[in-house]
């Protein structure tokens, strides 16, 4: 059995499934604290949490999928104030153990969440780490942006260019053969 990482954004009150972990990351020294009482413990359903209305920043995910499996995702974010290069707005991505989805940020670094301005000219390398062969799709779960923000998957490697709409998929092969190995496509 194997777990995987993913970043998860909320706004509001969110509900942790059973066996969940998360990660906490300060940007600055506070004496602030994390308490956990006995009236945050429920029972339920946890919803997914994500926003979804049109008062949340313009986001689009993308989703790595093989034989109706969800590997892993991207989320996307267009943020005016939010910069190319790492910052708060971003949630770095820990790899998972067989196949891992991310962006890079200007600086190098790998990100599940990744928050930018987007522009006419902005690029947001993929990558694509795996120990899986098969083959696999790029799916556009969800799409908020500006209707004039046309945003395109470039596969450097075959030369293929797609528009990303809702329920857009890419489809493409890994395999041992796949750029000398698994890693970085």
């Known amino acids: 059995l194997h777990g995987g990482y993913t970043s ?6 969110f509900m942790m499934p059973a066996f969940a972990s ?39 995910e993308l989703r790595l999928e093989s034989d109706g499996r969800f590997w892993d995702r991207i989320l996307l974010f267009h943020i005016d104030s939010a910069r190319d290069a790492i910052d708060p707005l971003d949630a770095e991505k820990i790899m ?23 522009h006419k000219k902005t690029l947001i390398p993929l990558g694509i780490r ?10 556009t779960a969800r799409k ?6 046309v945003l395109y998957l470039h596969d450097k490697l075959l030369g293929r260019w797609m528009q990303l709409e809702k329920d857009s998929s ?15 496509r």
């Open 22 to 60: 998360f990660f906490i990351k300060t940007y600055a020294f506070t004496e602030n604290h994390l308490l956990f009482t006995e009236q945050a413990k429920l029972t339920g359903e946890p919803s997914n949490g994500f926003m979804e209305t049109t008062d949340d920043p313009y986001h689009l």
């Open 96 to 118: 998972n153990p067989d196949i891992s989805f991310y962006s890079s940020s200007a600086d190098k670094n790998a990100l599940s969440a990744d928050a930018r301005p987007f």
């Open 170 to 184: 890419y489809y493409f092969r890994l395999g041992h053969d796949t750029l000398n190995g698994l890693t970085d």
């Open 8 to 13: 998860i954004p909320f706004k509001s009150h």
């Open 144 to 149: 908020y942006l500006p209707e004039k923000l």
């Open 130 to 139: 795996s120990n899986v062969s098969g083959l696999f799709r790029i799916r």
